[in-house]
């Protein structure tokens, strides 16, 4: 780790200054830590830094990833609309256990094994309209930070070497626990897995693992081997956003014992790290049973995305709070296919009827005049998302109420438009059309509903999987 860096970026005057008029509407989080609610104030006033756990890449992804990734996407989305100027790190495992297993079945290097992972868990986030983090790092490129936070660890005397081993002594670390609300005597991990009689405790956990035949491994103060898994988040995201930054994410499942380790061992590197706000996305629950690869009982995203448009599936993930959990429903996904397609379906039939009128439409600079019905629905719609998206990102439902009443509104309009009226009516119609499409166009930009193709294409995409899925019934 290179400090002069860290103090570099921390200094660096941000690109954008938080605006005005957004700023001013305090955005509210849950903060894991507090177990509370609290306005959101980052520690450089204009940018955030934000670091998300990302996935073990061995396998195709389930709809579990993809409900992170879409929490936190909207997460900075909805910062870059607030004005701030976000970095955000969403890292890769690619070395790990799991991985070392799947490559050794398959005969396959196990980094070009999770290589060829990130590369699907890509194809499946741009599918489901994530936009790329600022920085994706992966382990196998950061072992030299990692193996500098492990010195930094031992000389500070939290971490011991045994046989080549390195191991975080987690008593020697008062507030470990203070995350999740873990106490030490009440650690269970001894009960999965035979208790390794090296570890002074029980919950002391490996920040180096010395190689084993058939691993892949680097040299090291303590002998060759591999990272623990705990060790990389705290490594990386002190390398890019330094000790101090304000959101650490990922799903709950991570609370303990990942988030809880990263915490000790930063804390320990580090005396002054400092988090400001750990966010958490609830389960994707398949029969109420948490959705996970170990219970076999997923989903992969792709999967999925090959029965429903990827955008009806984000429209499905964001129609619940990030907190709560989500269950898997073929219901609740044909709900969403037929929710978005009629909200394309309107803006298609909006915009086919203002392309005819781009003539009537005045070019002179004026604000726009509105029907009063208009004026009303911006700005109900405006302030609907505002607090909804304000209140710790209440997504679920905010595309029913103002944004319904919205469409409504437009189907309206365009109904009047084809009636025979007088010129000014008429122009304050065409114009009321324009700016309330303008308002739901942001709505859907700001949870990244927006297609970046014609909303034609994409209903031609859906009926075609539609088309797929009558004709696989058909046959079974
Ligand atoms: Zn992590």
Known sequence: MDPSKQETNQNKPSKTSAKKDTQEAQFVVYNTMTQQKEVFKPKIPGKVCMYVCGVTAYDFSHLGHARAAVSFDVLYRYL????????????????????????????????????????????????????SPTHEPRVSGHIEQIKEMITQIINKDFGYVVDGDVFFAVDKFPNYGKLSGQKLENNRAGERVAVDSRKRNPSDFALWKASKPGEPYWDSPWGPGRPGWHIECSAMSAHYLSFKFDIHGGGLDLIFPHHENEIAQSGAAC??????????????????????????????????????????????????????????????????????????????????????????????????????????????????????MSDDLSTSLILTGAFLEALKLVNNLLTMLKKKQQKQQRLLVIQSLVEVKKEATKVLDVLGLQPPCSYNEVRQAWLCCMMLLIHVFCKS
Request: net charge negative.
């Open 80 to 131: 870059q609309h607030l004005g701030y100027d976000v970095t955000y790190v969403r890292n890769f495992t690619d070395v790990d256990d799991k991985i070392i297993r799947r490559a050794n079945e398959t005969g396959e290097d196990p980094i070009s094994l999770s290589g060829r992972f990130c590369k699907e868990y890509n194809v499946d986030m741009s599918d489901l309209q994530c936009l």
């Open 271 to 388: 005396e002054e790290s400092d988090v400001s706000y750990w966010m958490h996305n609830g389960h994707v629950t398949n029969n109420n049973e948490k959705m996970s690869k170990s219970l076999g009982n997923f989903f992969t995203i792709r999967q999925i995305t090959e029965r429903y448009h990827p955008l009806a599936v984000r429209y499905f993930l964001i129609n619940a709070h990030y907190r709560s959990p989500l269950n898997y429903s073929v219901v609740q996904l044909e709900g969403a296919s037929e929710a978005i397609f009629y909200i394309y379906q309107t803006l298609q039939d909006c915009q086919d009827s203002l392309s005819q009128l781009q003539e009537e439409i005045p070019n002179d600079g004026k604000p726009a005049r509105t029907t009063p019905d208009a004026k009303e629905c911006i700005s109900k719609l405006r302030n609907e998302f505002q607090t909804k």
